[in-house]
């Protein structure tokens, strides 16, 4: 591994783990396609993926909690329900890795795409609607969520467990199938169905993460799919940036959260969109504008980050 690479996958981790401190995501959505772009074949950027997801989950996870971020009992419901999907997710790499890695790469990319496109225009929809009516509506503050108590505007039932368990499921499997830690729907979903305030949902998410990546990396280990090098690179940069995301989300309004997660996913999937063209009409340009459309797109979100919480905080 030259030196150039090696830095990049340090600064990588580290503009990651900002976003993932900050945003309640895994970071895999970004990671594994960066992978991708530097060479490594699908099956082990998902692996290395959902590895450093899990490691990076410890550190940010016990943020949150003291931030008091995390709802423990939708945490364990989710993380739950999501193992035996991850495994699924896991099974369905597998079967397409032996059919043809060219293949895998398309499908993978192609999913990413849709997957992230639809997210990012249906939050950029909502933040110009919550800016325009200057009204944030349907969120349960932590102290209800925890109490299970009624507001003013909101229904007095928690959250059932089935629609906790669905929720389980599909991150799940996005974490064993594209290894993505699933938080680029699991915060939609908490935010829109659970109806859990923003900040709750990032670190709610980020302790899903520590219980339900263990299994999706313990399983890729046994198949595989684990650079622990490049994982332990990324690590290295993401412990310190993940401390920085997580102290930033209580600080940032839910419509400029919403903003700036839409921007992020918008971006990624442009990027993805690029490579997947780049792959099939072999256009070595697009890879390489592919592989600057990412990086750029997660520093500048990440430095945003940083100055909204200061602009925030004095």
Same mark, same amino acid.
């Given at each position: 591994?030259?030196?150039?690479?090696?830095?990049? %996958?340090?600064?990588?981790?580290?503009?990651?783990?900002?976003?993932?401190?900050?945003?309640?995501?895994?970071?895999?959505?970004?990671?594994?396609?960066?992978?991708?772009?530097?060479?490594?074949?699908?099956?082990?950027?998902?692996?290395?993926?959902?590895?450093?997801?899990?490691?990076?989950?410890?550190?940010?996870? /016990?943020?949150?909690k003291?931030?008091?971020?995390? +709802?423990?009992?939708?945490?364990?419901?989710?993380?739950?329900?999501?193992?035996?999907?991850?495994?699924?997710?896991?099974?369905?790499?597998?079967? /397409?890795? +032996?059919?043809?890695?060219?293949?895998?790469?398309?499908?993978?990319?192609?999913?990413?795409?849709?997957?992230?496109?639809?997210?990012?225009?249906?939050?950029?929809?909502?933040?110009?609607?919550?800016k325009?009516?200057?009204?944030f509506?349907?969120?349960?503050?932590?102290?209800?969520?925890?109490?299970?108590?009624?507001?003013?505007?909101?229904?007095?039932?928690?959250?059932?467990?089935?629609?906790?368990?669905?929720?389980?499921?599909?991150?799940?499997?996005?974490?064993?199938? %594209?290894?993505?830690?699933?938080?680029?729907?699991?915060?939609?979903?908490?935010?829109?169905?659970?109806?859990?305030?923003?900040?709750?949902?990032?670190?709610?998410? +980020?302790? *899903?993460?520590?219980?339900?990546?263990?299994?999706?990396?313990?399983?890729?280990?046994?198949?595989?799919?684990?650079?622990?090098?490049?994982?332990? %690179?990324?690590?290295?940069?993401?412990i310190?940036?993940?401390?920085?995301?997580?102290?930033?989300?209580?600080?940032?309004?839910?419509?400029?959260?919403?903003?700036?997660?839409?921007?992020?996913?918008?971006?990624?999937?442009?990027?993805?969109?690029?490579? /997947?063209?780049?792959?099939?009409?072999?256009?070595?340009f697009?890879?390489? /504008?592919?592989?600057? *459309?990412?990086?750029?797109?997660?520093?500048?979100?990440?430095i945003?980050?940083?100055? %909204?919480?200061?602009?925030?905080?004095?």
């Amino acid at each position: 591994m030259d030196f150039i690479s090696l830095l990049s %996958l340090i600064l990588m981790g580290f503009f990651v783990g900002i976003l993932s401190g900050f945003f309640g995501f895994g970071g895999g959505f970004i990671l594994t396609p960066f992978l991708i772009s530097l060479g490594f074949p699908t099956n082990i950027s998902v692996g290395t993926s959902i590895t450093e997801i899990f490691m990076s989950s410890i550190v940010s996870s /016990l943020r949150h909690k003291r931030l008091g971020n995390v +709802n423990i009992k939708i945490g364990l419901i989710v993380a739950f329900t999501s193992i035996f999907s991850a495994e699924i997710g896991a099974q369905i790499i597998e079967y /397409l890795k +032996n059919l043809s890695i060219y293949q895998l790469n398309i499908i993978i990319n192609l999913i990413y795409v849709i997957v992230l496109g639809l997210i990012s225009l249906g939050m950029a929809y909502d933040s110009l609607r919550s800016k325009r009516t200057k009204n944030f509506k349907g969120n349960f503050s932590h102290r209800h969520f925890n109490k299970l108590e009624k507001s003013e505007t909101e229904s007095n039932a928690s959250p059932p467990d089935w629609a906790l368990a669905l929720i389980g499921f599909i991150g799940g499997f996005f974490a064993g199938f %594209l290894g993505a830690g699933g938080g680029f729907l699991l915060v939609p979903l908490l935010i829109y169905i659970i109806k859990c305030e923003h900040h709750i949902a990032a670190g709610t998410c +980020n302790f *899903v993460f520590l219980l339900s990546c263990a299994y999706a990396s313990f399983t890729h280990f046994f198949k595989g799919n684990i650079d622990f090098i490049s994982a332990a %690179l990324l690590l290295s940069g993401s412990i310190i940036g993940s401390q920085i995301g997580a102290l930033a989300t209580r600080q940032v309004k839910g419509a400029i959260f919403k903003a700036a997660f839409s921007s992020c996913l918008g971006s990624v999937s442009i990027s993805i969109a690029l490579k /997947l063209i780049s792959i099939l009409f072999d256009i070595f340009f697009l890879n390489l /504008l592919s592989q600057l *459309v990412i990086f750029s797109a997660v520093s500048s979100i990440a430095i945003l980050i940083l100055i %909204l919480f200061y602009v925030q905080i004095t």
